[in-house]
């Protein structure tokens, strides 16, 4: 019998497989696909040092996973186009070599490049003087790595991470990435859960930064929107083309939008990158019920310093966490096991046809609701 | 002839054994065991990643050193009963991983879960403008470790920790945990160095913590008692049973006590943890001319928080240093081969005959002396 | 057809070659030397767990150099003599366990051992609001390493490091250390390329710290000197004799002096370290055009706390860099390519007549000025 289940990191059991290969000639064949494989390997030299990188190969999609950076995703490919974007920090950065408080509380920025990071659990958004920017996750590495295939299609990767201190919060993220053979798209499903003895705050925001070839002159956020505002004055200068991007720009600086997003009954809401020409999109979908609130990060500076995109949704919104408070959007967990789960997509669409399904489908999430866009600053969006 | 000697690590001789594992079939017997064990491992993955694991097993007893923690040790069992505690933080921490300025200067709870840790050397005690909490050396990495085994039972393991820098005091740990074949005990024989041109000052705490068994519901601190002061008023609140434990509680906040014991004359204090049943004790044993100082840490949370009581020799209390310095309770150590050496050593008691025993010797101690409980904090003790 | 050639390491090809060693014996013979060898291998344990060490032996000189401290050289010997110092820090430090915020901003401190270190590429100079001492580039990993032999004679050995952050400057630093076999000389050929969209600011120093045997009571400083100014009052105390040294002092406290040097037409400016009886000396080479500061630091303190002397050319002095844009000694590096070139030579000399043939060219130097040692602090030079 073949092989479909291994453990490929336990530090408990000493397990570290390095490196580590599994394919249709060394597994089982999956449905969906002639050939597919998931590799692991560690980094070796710079600021990578030991950073392990799982790549996930669907046949169709490939993704590289980053356990030791919060199962962050580095960057992938799908039908020859580019996921993920061009930071100034060009490879993967381990986390001990970033120093949260550096840059009065900005240092997570010296590890940012992934195509997906996690910001949070115990507070995200900018530094104040209880917390640096965006939190700890994408700075603390798995401690447990599992991957299982199944003959079905499905390739499925689950890391577990803690983040917990001694007097602090002891939450436990159980994260799986899931894809299946041959296809477009991959499922992140992340549960937090509360291992301390009192409730426990939870922040989770998920930075989706996209670069070209899907961000250009005249690409296009496409979006089922119930309301949006700007985040500062800076943001609100652009207000009237909030949804469109472009060309890099050395002089730019970065405008944040703020949304609430429609969705059908009974579907997810849906945020689209579209290319101008409209034949290339990449697409997030979610729950709202499970991350209200969506951000746009329009920073579409000069091609060297990270001409990108965030399509960022959250539980709440990258303001203090005592302003999101206010706002009753600090989720609180049990203790002793209260969790919360997130299932979040994230599709590519590398034809016009394929763009235009999907506009159809926001289109329609548009039609329940009136579209909102604020010519101020909304209070309950945007934190003074 | 076989080998009783070796050289775990030493960084200036490129020597790193790993896996290293020695024992009665691959070196001597030992008398007073028919098996015993010494093994090294690296750990692999997560928060732990590169930290070095010795195991210590003398047939009765095993404890887990961390040469890669400034040689704490970890955790052990004795006779079946778990010696350490089960903090928020499960496994070890690397060092890398620990920001000693993190949440304002007590970035080192994010290391903490070592049932015996040290504070020091240059400072311990509470964050001020000029230390973290608790200093740097369980933080630090031994740059040299060796092992010895005699036939006539007993095993040692030394370690070597510089804690320097250009422009700071620059001191040397060098520590030596010893245990014999078939005990219930072993010792920590520390000698602190200063390697440097200039006077340097010395505050050195163990920070022994333990769990259950021995703590729960019930349980007592023994020990002969000259006088004892609450810390602060949150202390002073339960100063009547300051001595007694109890059951896990969510809603419980730390109560820590500070106290001049009592020793008979030629013998050693004593510090004992007592079940409630009076079954089981784990105590500690030191010359109170070494550490005159005795600090009890009550944090008696909910099991998932870290249900736990710090039994904690010193050679000062955990204020900052400047209020220890007024005292008179800062070491200096002179230049160019200054030292102090502490012998301490932790015994497990698994029968009340065994717990009794020490209860005498504590009793015999304690009538030596009056004991005095300070109805308000006592200002030689308890800094403002 | 034998190799000469060798990629070391390239994280982004997974390389990392460890041990390696080569040599005349399985590379080519060099024209100059009977032997030489170049190795490479990384630490292990301590604070120096993963840091490489490169050994260049040209047959006559041997110098270590660190591609995980940004290139930096840890010591060498020439003839005999040793290259470098004794710092409180014995081993080389691997950068994960230098927290550059420590210790108000001085952190760089704990890492600080080398012979030849760089200060910059941002900024150097003490911590301020915005900088911590000495910029990030000595705790910055070379995330490629190539080594180049040549039959003629030549050993080249060239690392990348990247300084770079979102938001932040996207330096990269590419060095080569560059010697030839047989001789007493070796070359850094450093280029710093601004690989951002915006201009960027550079300021480079080389911290280059020599002890015993070329320090020494007796020992003096012998440049072609335009002007001189101490730093501060402290320095100001010992302006006679800035250009002389003491026997070590445990009493002493380290005294800066700031200079504007000297050069023949075509020539480069030279500053030795000239043992007392004229028989040892160690110098530095550089055209001024590209580096216009030179920085002597004098620390003879206590052998024990690092008796040390630094000769520091720079683009820069090391005062806070407001100061320093102030007077028009901050490199600005166009955007995209932007780059600035230095080439550095170190020498040794070991016998009286090598010694007087520097002082010559040194003389000829000084003849083309007039020496003025400014009997105040000079504002240009000195920072209030």
Known sequence: MQTTDWTLLDVEKGIHLDPFRCSEE????????DHWSVSMRRLRGGVSEGVDVVEIDN??????????????????????????????VTLPVHPTYVNALDRDGIGWLAGFNEWLCRCGLDSNGPPTDSATLHGRIANLPAHTLRLHVDPTGEIELTGIVDESQMFGPRLQLTSTVKTRAGSNRLTIIDTVTNLGGKPADL????????GPP?????????????????????????LDTFDEYTAPDSAYSEQVYLFDLAQE??????????????????????????????????NTQAIED???????????????????????????LAPRGGSHTIELELAVHSSAAAVQEVEREIAAA?????????????PKFAAP
Chains 1, 2, 3 share one sequence.
């Open 203 to 210: 922040e989770l925001l998920y930075h989706i930064n996209q």
């Open 306 to 332: 990270g001409y990108v995109t965030g399509l960022e949704p959250g539980t709440n919104f990258p303001n203090p966490k005592s302003y999101e408070r206010q706002q009753g959007r600090v989720i609180s």
């Open 366 to 378: 548009q039609a329940t609701v009136t579209r909102t866009v604020h010519r101020s600053l909304l």
């Open 214 to 238: 899907f961000l250009e002159a005249g690409a296009k956020l496409v979006a089922p929107i119930r309301e949006v505002s700007a985040r500062n004055a800076r943001a609100l200068e652009g």
């Open 59 to 88: 046949g169709r999609l490939k993704v590289s996973v980053l356990p030791t950076r919060g199962m962050g995703l580095w960057k992938g490919t799908c039908d020859g186009l580019d996921l993920g974007w061009k930071s100034p």
């Open 26 to 33: 060394t597994s089982v064949a999956l449905a969906g696909t």
């Open 265 to 298: 009954s009974g579907k997810k809401t849906i945020a689209m990158l579209r290319s101008a020409d409209g034949s290339k999109g990449f697409s997030v979908h979610y729950d709202s019920s499970q991350m209200p609130c969506f951000t746009q990060w329009k």
